[in-house]
């Protein structure tokens, strides 16, 4: 059992160093002209307001993506030959009411998704409808919980329910197995800050013996939470041009998930087609400027710790 922990933390080690490696080195990028994966946004309504998390001061107009929107992008995915969607960005995805419908229609087209949730709404009967729509090993599912104590825990995230969300990913990991299906994955994360960064370790601690993954996402990044930017100038490329497309709730492309307000806008998926903006200039532009180091080119990304 000892062998089995270590080789499991060693597991964990080396999954957040193969993540995290493009954007340590800031160089390693692909030039393609679709892209790896496609993080659409459901809705960006939320249920609670955490302290890091910067969208409630976020000028944009909140909404729900339209369901056929939604077939639109995931046909146009599907055609390219794109096999992973990340199925949340500035909401709580559990709260479109079509969502489960979403999971559904992606994985008709063998897809892969990964959802995060907040873990309040994901009960056990959200758990068994997700369980039925043909998930396997390719899908995460991540609960984001922002405290090892219930104090700190509804502290950050103000709204929740600690012991129902704890119960939540009990019920869920129950239930995966009853069901006899390998899938989804099911995930913890801690993102640390000022308030509950003394939790970290414990969290680990107890997390890595109970879900699939317990993940260390490190520090929340301080543009995000503030919704200002830190006077440390980049000197590193972001990666994430090139890792993802980010879909806003209507169609929108945005830059990356910095942009709370949608002010980068690259395209628009619904009267344009994924290839047309990813190989777009405006994207290509600053995707150019960023593997030059310009980094003055963009505002956002100038001090952005990200």
Partial sequence: ???????????????KIRFLWPRLTGTIVRWTDTPPCIQIEPTAFCN?????CGRSDSTRTPGNMDFDLFKKIIDDAADL????????LHGEPLLHPRIVEMIRYLKSKDMGFH?????????RAMARTILECGVSSSDYVTFSILGFSKE???KVMRGVNHEAVVQNVHDFLELRKASGVNGPVIETVYYASKENRHERDQFLKYWRGVADHAIDGGSVAEAFVSGG?????RTRTCTQLWERMIVLWN?????????LNGDYLMGNLKEQSIREVWTGDALS?????HYDKNFDAVEICRFCDW
Wanted: with cysteine.
């Fill in 251 to 259: 169609g929108d492309v945005g830059l990356c998930p910095q942009d």
């Fill in 152 to 154: 700190v825990h509804e």
């Fill in 285 to 289: 532009r600053i995707k150019r400027s």
């Fill in 1 to 15: 059992m000892r062998f089995l922990r270590s080789f499991k933390d060693i597991r964990h080690f080396y999954e």
């Fill in 48 to 52: 609670i307001n955490c302290l890091t």
């Fill in 115 to 123: 959802l995060t949730t907040n873990g309040t709404l994901l009960d």
């Fill in 81 to 88: 030959g794109i096999k992973r969607i990340l199925l949340f």
């Fill in 229 to 233: 930017l830190p006077q440390v100038p």
